[in-house]
Every structure is written in structure tokens, then in C-alpha cells.
């Protein structure tokens, strides 16, 4: 169980060596840094908040229109990719196990158990929701930031404690109170009881604390302009020296930490109770919104959350975790980092030479877009022109537009028909339609994607085999994209199981009662369900050697294609049976008709599986599995044998049972020695 916090250092400032010797010469070095870190970045804001326009399918002409009711039409290639790759990784994520655990020695027989866990907790910890906007990210801004951590949650507790006495210094005797009772030590920092050691002067006292209790795993999409990796100009992660990550908490808040010894109390009252985000334009892409005005206890103040490799003891480098006030320099927080926070990046297209990546609408098809939007703006204002053509009127004409408007069944006034012409402008011409097709090629060969592959009917006559191709030569282009994805999502899953690890250890009796499903599972791989008291989930379920790997990474997310290989393979199967019948043997046994069964109902779209794979359906299972165990028995075999028989006449030799005769009497003895 962990403590309460006592202060909100875990170093004394006595005890800083080195080039910093004081919190305050921390906190400068670490504005000083959040600050290049910033200024670093250049204009990447203004890229981000421009990509997120495109995508919006937002307003880019702006007063560059030729005339005010001209079009402004922004392309809709950068949505349409965007959200057709995106919807194609959710679904191969997302697929019915995001994970698949693998366990060695030991651990092997709880690998399902642990898998179908991790299905159910990432359900209600909607991990999805996360998932989803982090992704999405990551196409409109040099990388998806997901933070992972473990979740507290604070809670007033009493325990029973033997507490030091506090003793006179001159007679060594306890001090009595006013209330004639004997006073309890207590720490001159943080005012907590003291815990008696030894020998020394004690009393057994009720103590109501506040006690923190682990939840879980917590979770927070970062957006990109509010988070920092330092250096700025990092190649790798292991030149990486620190992460920082920019948050709002208001005033109140502030002040009740430090009640709880989170914050430091100096600090939080340095920084004052001013609002920093009044009339501030909010930095969260996508969209850039007016922040109200927060007042009184609405206030809130912009932190920093800083983890930092450095020697601030003198015993070499280790992790820290600070919060800093940038701007006033004021350090509220330093601590040993335990390493159960975690930044995870999620970097779809790859940039050399640094830790972040190219985005699809910024770098991918920014030129190819911008020449999409130039031309679909050219068509429409061209087509409206010579919809809505202008009118030529001649000097000194009796007709005046102001007065007569234009309109059906409007009268004008003439002296002349010749005085009012309508100037004739050609329609849009073929080749602009032709510029618009091959400026979707473009963009389709740059993606590596195609209207087959978006599912979209692109008109053009091919064949079969000719889609098929392209689809699949897409495919290539996706697999690609999943794999970069890979390595952050086994990462996202060993972050969740040691927090999940550690949460469970903190319970008397376990948490989350097992689903029928998962019991279900565990005894058809020969886990004992008899031992897991209550039916409930302990840590010890999750200790061993355990590796989660995203499942779409290792298959193919088409459900139709899945399909198609079931099928192959149930015809590969019967093939193979009719030249090795042992390799039945080995099938027909309850495992591989539940792996079958659970796979047909995947690749056809069942929606109730429980129906199938249920305590009945279990059962007999494993009332046929125990049948055929039984009948497979040497002695069962001579009991059938000499059922078989008239009178008690035995089994032929080696337990073989004859063949009965026509008649339907015993069969004939077999000479001795005869095989």
C-alpha cells in the first residue's frame, strides 16, 4: 500500500550537490529549458492549427477570393484519407482481442486467462475513446502522445497504530495534555503521528488518515503543442533526457494538494491566484477557442509537468518527476519517478533523424490538396460565371439595375434591345476536369491507396483479377502503417499489466469477479478454477513472464478474408486427415472443437457466442472428452469385450475385440500366439 506523501520533495534542500544546490535553482534551469524547448519549435502551431483546418474542410481562401460570392471550396482529399486510413487501423486494432498474450514456463497456462483480462479491463477503462483521438492525432500532428498512469484516489482511513509519546527533555517523563492525557509525538514537517520503535514510551491510538488507493490504469491524450521532448533535437530516445507535458489546475485545487502534501505550500502561494487563461487562446488542437473568463475559485494556473533524467544527489543520474511554474519559476514538486507514467507515442509515418514524424495532412498531401483546392475553386468559379454571365449595358442606357432589379418576371426598360447583352464566357473546359483526375491519381499513388481499397466505386472498367491486385498492393501499404503502430501499442499493454500488477496486490481479496467466459476459457486450457478464491482475480493471475502483441498486427483485419483462409483451411484439413488419421486423434478433443467453433462464429459475424461457448456447451465437451478418455482405457476395452461375449467369454488376445459372428453368437476362439 503506498503512503500518504509527507512532503512534496523526496530531497531535502541540504541535500542537492552538484551544479543546483536549491529548489530554486532547479526551477530556473527547468524554465530555462521548457523555454528553448518552445521556442525550438518555430511555427509548428500555425502547421498544426492549419492542418486541422483542412481536415475540418475549413474556409483557407480568406481575402484572396477574386470577388466576394466566389467560391471557396477546400479540398476534400485530406478528410477522405485521413479518415479512411484512420477507420482502417481502429478496425484492425480493435479487433475481437486487441491483444494476444503469450507466457512462457510457468506462466504459459495463464496466458489466456491474462488475455481475456486485458479484454475486459480495457472495456471499462474505454480505452478505445483514447485510442481513438490519440490516432487520430497522429495523422494531423508530428505524433499521438497517450500518457499512462496509475490512478490514486485519496481516502480518509482509521487505523490502529502504536504512536510515540512525546517526552520531556528535562524529567524524560510523558507531557500530559490539557486533557489529561498523555501527548503524541508528532513530525515537526509534515504533523504526522510519529510510529513508536523499540521500547519507547507508546500508546495504542485510533488514526484517521488519509490513505491513497491504487485504481488502475488512468489515462490522457496530450496534444502535441502541449507537450515537450527534451532536447528538442533528440534523434532517439536514449538521447532523450526528459518529457514535459503543459496542464491547468485551478486555485482551490492547487490548495487542496497541498493539504495532502502534494504541492509545497510556499510555491503554490508564490504563484499567486491570478487566472493565466483569461482571454488566452487555448493551444489543444484542433480547433482555436476563446477561453471565458475564469474568476475567483475558476482561476487556473498554467504548470508543468516535467520527468527529467539528473543527479541532483550527487549518486549519479536517475528519473525525477517535477511540477514547475514556468513563468515565475517556482518549483511545487519534486519526486523519484517509479516509472509507472509513461508518454507513448504513436508516430504513423516515420521522419529520420527525429523522435517525431510527418503528418499525412501537412507533409503527405500538401501540395497535391492545395492543387486540388486551387482547381475545384477554378471549376466553380468558372462554371458560375458562365451560369450567371455578366450583363453589358451600354452608356447612357434608360435601364438602371438599382432601380429594376434583375429577376423572373421582372420589367425592364429599354430604349434599344441592343442597350442589354449578355457577355458570352465559354463553359468549364475538358481539361480542367482532366487536371482534377490526375491530381486524385496523385494523391492516390502518394497515400498508396485507391478507390478499391476505400471502398469506393471508381467507375473504371476493370477486371476482377486487376481490382484484386490493387486492393491487395494497398493492403501492403496499410500493413505497413499497422506495424509502425505496433511497437507502441506492446508497450501500452506491459505499462497496463504492471499497473494492473500492482493495483491487484493492493486489494485484501482481489477485484473484478471472473466473467463465465473467462472461467469458461481457463478450464478448456487446464487452469484450475477450484483455486481462485471466490471466483475473484488476485495478482498472483498476473505474475510471470507475459508478452501482449496487438492482434490486427499478425492478421488481416478484412473479415471476408479471414473468411476465405477458415474455409481453405477446414479443406486443407480434410485432405491432410485422409493420409495421417492420427492427426484426428489429436483434434477431437474439447480445446480445438471450442478454438474451431470460436472461429467460425468470429469469421461469420455471430453476435452471441455465449450460446454456443457456454457452461452447456462446455459441458458436454467435456463430458465427450471424458467418454473418449474412457474409451480409449485398456481395461475399459476388455470390460466392452467381454460385454460382448457369451457366458463371460474374454477378449481376444492384447485386449482386441473380435468380430461377432453372423449368427450373432460368440465369435471363434483364436489359437494361442496367433496375432
Known sequence: MPKKPKSAFDIAEKELKGD???????????????????????????????????YEQGRTRGTSAPWPDAADLTS??????????????????????????????????????????????????RLQDYLDEVLLRSWN?????????EAFEMRREIQRKRVKLQLDEVTGASIIGEDNQPVMARDPETGDYLDA????????????????????????????????????????????WGYAKRFHRRVPELIARVALGIYDKVAVENIGKEDERQGAMADDAPQSKLV???????????????????????????????????????????????????????????KPGSVDGYTLSGHKLITVQEEDTAVRNMRADMAAMA????????????????????????????????????????????????????????????????????????????TLGEERLRAGYAEVRINLLIKRLKEPMEELWQARHTI????????????????????????????????????????????????????????????????????????????????WPMLGQMLNTPQATKAVLERLLHVNNWPDKQAFLGSEAQGVLQQQGQEQAMLQDPRMKMLMAMANGVGGASAGAGGAVPAASPEGGAPPMMPQGVM
Open 387 to 462: 451560369i450567371a454571365a455578366p450583363i453589358l449595358r451600354r452608356t447612357g442606357a434608360l435601364w438602371d439595375p438599382y432601380e429594376q432589379p434583375l429577376g423572373p418576371k421582372a420589367v425592364i426598360d429599354v430604349n434599344d434591345p441592343q442597350e442589354l447583352t449578355q457577355l458570352q464566357l465559354r463553359d468549364v473546359p475538358n481539361s480542367i476536369n482532366i487536371w482534377k483526375r490526375d491530381v486524385r491519381m496523385d494523391a492516390d499513388r502518394l497515400v498508396g491507396q485507391n478507390d478499391t481499397s476505400l471502398g469506393v466505386d471508381s467507375g473504371e472498367d476493370n
Open 197 to 240: 520503535e523499540g521500547d519507547e514510551p507508546s500508546v495504542d491510538a485510533d488514526i484517521d488518515t488519509w490513505q491513497p488507493v491504487r485504481l488502475g490504469p488512468e489515462y490522457d491524450v496530450v496534444p502535441y503543442l502541449d507537450f515537450l521532448t527534451l532536447p528538442n533535437h533528440a534523434r532517439s530516445r536514449p538521447q532523450i
Open 76 to 125: 476534400p482529399i485530406t478528410t477522405e484519407f485521413v479518415d479512411a486510413l484512420h477507420s482502417r487501423v481502429m478496425d484492425t486494432i480493435f479487433a475481437d482481442r486487441v491483444w494476444m498474450v503469450e507466457g512462457w514456463d510457468d506462466a504459459a497456462k495463464r496466458a489466456p486467462f491474462v488475455e481475456e483480462f486485458h479484454q475486459r479491463t480495457l472495456e471499462e477503462e
Open 500 to 579: 494492473w500488477k500492482r493495483t491487484l496486490a493492493d486489494q485484501q481479496n482481489g477485484v473484478q469477479p471472473l466473467m463465465q467466459r473467462t472461467v469458461i476459457g481457463m478450464q478448456a486450457n487446464g487452469l484450475d478454477v477450484q483455486s481462485i478464491a471466490d471466483g475473484r482475480i488476485g495478482p498472483e493471475m498476473l505474475e510471470g513472464q507475459f508478452w501482449g502483441k496487438p492482434k490486427g498486427s499478425v492478421e488481416t483485419a478484412d473479415r471476408q478474408r479471414q473468411r476465405q483462409d477458415f474455409n481453405m483451411l477446414l479443406q486443407q484439413l480434410a485432405l491432410v486427415l485422409r493420409v
Open 292 to 350: 471565458p473568463t475564469q474568476l475567483g475559485p475558476l482561476a487556473q494556473k498554467e504548470l508543468w509537468e516535467v520527468q527529467c533524467l539528473a543527479d541532483f544527489d550527487g549518486k549519479g543520474e536517475r528519473w525525477w518527476r517535477a511540477t514547475v511554474h514556468k513563468d515565475k519559476s517556482q518549483l511545487l514538486r519534486l519526486k523519484f519517478d517509479d516509472r509507472t507514467t509513461r508518454y507513448i507515442r504513436f508516430v504513423p509515418y516515420k
Open 20 to 54: 543546483l544546490t536549491s529548489y530554486e535553482d532547479i526551477a530556473v534551469w527547468l524554465t530555462r529549458e521548457l523555454n528553448n524547448g518552445l521556442d525550438a519549435r518555430g511555427g509548428i502551431a500555425q502547421e498544426i492549427r492549419d492542418n486541422w483546418t483542412r
Open 141 to 149: 500532428e508530428p505524433a499521438g502522445i497517450l500518457e499512462i498512469s
